[in-house]
């Protein structure tokens, strides 16, 4: 291996070119045999005794994308090479899959994909480089539908092949990157992390007591898939935030709710105030990246967007343009 990889690297470091990695938690978790868990491998909160902690470093890990990295960092170190910087040219997941793939699902890709742009953004880095963000490219644009093997092998895409959204990315914390939205366009949905008991609670009153016709949510209709709390939350809580004319009071629901720019839209189901299908797809690709709006567009935020834009565009590179350079 040797023989192979020392020659690359000499070309690399001699031409301060980047070490282009692959990174699929994916497959790690698929094949850990259950040593890998499903919120390691998903960017969520873990608590302090289910890190993984480098025997020889000390460092502790709470997802397998910065381990994977790291891991390559320290590799490299390990054959003196040590100004090489890492850049993620493919990471993704699935989101379906066969019988034997149960969490290839389009909650997980969501996920999977929300929580890489967020960490990402906030520059978070790894334990090795903490601070240092790594520039991302998310795999893939479309799904392949023709592409051979199982069937999360072609459907690791954020739009189908008619370009309608598989789902929509959950940014909320994001920054304030893309604070100079235009579509002037706002929804009410489910916070991050709101508790699932008190969303439902929040649909039934929507539903009932607010009046809110929730018909295209019943099975078999647009609004029906996903069918989780949280989507049909975003649906109630968006039709009863706008039949009260988006009145800031109206997004509330026991704090379970926030105002968002994001068109939570999706496939056949728009959502009061969407622009349609094309404005949907419209506002996926760049404006619906939008975190929570926010009244406050200081010399300090923009200045902040312009320090972040190098990863802003790296990590959503073929979200926003369609091409990677490979």
């Not at 068109?263 to 299908?277: E, R, V, Y």
Request: hydrophobic letters at 35%.
């Amino acid at each position: 291996m040797n023989s192979v990889l020392v020659p690359i690297l000499d070309f690399l470091q001699s031409t301060d070119s980047y070490l282009m990695l692959n990174v699929y938690p994916y497959y790690d978790y698929m094949q850990s045999n259950g040593v890998i868990s499903l919120e390691y491998a998903l960017f969520k909160p873990l608590p302090p005794n289910k890190e993984a902690i480098d025997s020889n470093t000390l460092l502790h890990y709470t997802n397998v994308f910065d381990a994977v990295v790291d891991a390559a960092y320290f590799a490299m170190s390990f054959l003196n090479y040590t100004n090489i910087p890492v850049v993620v040219t493919e990471t993704g997941w699935p989101s379906k899959g066969d019988s034997n793939e149960p969490d290839a699902t389009v909650e997980n890709a969501n996920t999977y994909n929300s929580n890489l742009i967020k960490h990402v953004l906030n520059v978070t880095g790894t334990p090795k480089y903490p601070g240092i963000s790594v520039s991302t490219y998310i795999y893939e644009l479309y799904n392949e539908d023709t592409k051979e093997g199982p069937l999360s092998e072609k459907n690791w895409g954020l739009f189908d092949a008619n370009g309608a959204p598989i789902y929509i990315l959950h940014l909320t914390g994001s920054g304030a990157v893309f604070a100079n939205d235009t579509t002037n366009q706002t929804y009410c949905i489910a916070k991050d992390g709101a508790d699932p008991k008190m969303l439902q609670a929040g649909i039934d009153w929507a539903c009932g007591a607010g009046k809110v016709d929730c018909s295209p949510l019943l099975q078999g209709e647009p609004c029906y898939e996903p069918d989780n709390v949280v989507a049909h939350a975003n649906y109630a809580f968006d039709t009863y935030y706008h039949q009260m004319g988006k009145s800031p009071e109206a997004c509330n629901f026991n704090e379970m709710a926030t105002i968002s720019t994001s068109d939570p839209s999706h496939g056949s189901c728009l959502f009061p105030g969407s622009l349609g299908k094309n404005g949907t797809f419209s506002n996926i690709t760049a404006s619906s990246l939008n975190s929570t709006s926010s009244d406050s567009s200081s010399g300090c935020n923009l200045h902040r967007g312009e320090l972040r834009i190098r990863s802003l565009l790296t990590v959503i590179g073929l979200l926003m343009w369609g091409v990677v350079l490979l």
